[in-house]
């Protein structure tokens, strides 16, 4: 038996139902099936159903993708450079009809164990910036706290259609770093 070709058939089907998935999305079809992904991606809904089982995880693992290629983990030497850019480029791609539909989707989508970790590492891995941060030194605060103290505003936000002010993310890392106590 040889082993798996790296880049070959099976990166090439997992970008196709990727784009799909996003395609679909941001067309504004937030009902996508199984069926309808593996049509649009010209792949069997058996390959989608072998690799990732269900709806839900399609679309939480296409949207991680879809985030991650446009927001790279920064690394500015800081946890506070970090974290501001790392919100920018969040705030950047919820206000694309992209971005806004698939938070809509993920929104929608069935809960399962450890689904606020999931989506946290798939916003662009903070928590590979919150390691860094206390690699060197700094005390960062823990991924639940950015989860809730600055995407949860931000999101919600988007998804109720409400403007997000300039600066807004910049403001919230800043009352987050506020509140981390530091180490005397």
């Known amino acids: 038996m040889s082993a798996p070709r790296p880049g070959g058939r099976s990166a090439r089907v997992v970008a196709s139902v990727h784009r799909a998935v996003v395609d679909l999305i941001s067309r504004g079809d937030l009902d996508i099936t199984i069926s309808h992904v593996?049509?649009?991606?010209?792949?069997?809904?058996?390959?989608?159903?072998?690799?990732?089982?269900?709806?839900?995880?399609?679309?939480?693992?296409?949207?991680?993708?879809?985030?991650?290629?446009?927001?790279?983990?920064p690394d500015t030497g800081s946890l506070r450079g970090d974290l501001v850019d790392w919100v920018v480029e969040i705030e950047h791609n919820l206000v694309t009809p992209e971005g806004r539909a698939l938070l809509r989707t993920l929104a929608t989508a069935e809960d399962h164990p450890g689904h606020a970790r999931d989506v946290l590492h798939h916003f662009g891995d903070v928590t590979t910036v919150l390691d860094r941060a206390q690699q060197r030194g700094e005390v960062p605060p823990t991924p639940e706290q950015v989860l809730d103290r600055v995407l949860a505003p931000l999101t919600l936000r988007t998804l109720l259609g409400l403007a997000v002010p300039d600066g807004y993310g910049r403001h919230l890392v800043e009352e987050l770093l506020a509140s981390v106590p530091q180490q005397c």
């Open 38 to 73: 593996a049509h649009e991606a010209g792949v069997n809904p058996t390959s989608i159903y072998r690799r990732w089982g269900t709806r839900d995880q399609l679309v939480l693992d296409a949207t991680a993708a879809h985030l991650r290629r446009n927001s790279p983990t």
